[in-house]
């Protein structure tokens, strides 16, 4: 089990680490803990603002992914339906 400290840096904002490491045009980028579901493997959400999109993105990783897993899943991610202060109705 996770002691404390890395629970809450598990769960801190990884967009500085991701901007300087990975060179992703973050606002923010926030790791929930880890969920394990007893019907398949622990995942963990991923949820990101990029500088110049104000919309949440969301995606789903494994519980163990590291900062460059990371970094990679959300490079390549392809945006579905994306809500924010900028979503209009059609």
Known sequence: MPSNTAARRSASN???????????????????????PPWSPPYRMVEWVLKNDQRVQRRVVPADCTPSQIA????????GRRYGPNDEED
């Open 72 to 79: 990679d899943a959300l490079k390549s991610h392809v945006p």
């Open 14 to 36: 990884l967009a500085p680490t991701l901007r300087k490491q990975y060179a992703l045009t973050l606002r923010e980028c926030r790791l929930s803990l880890p969920v394990e």
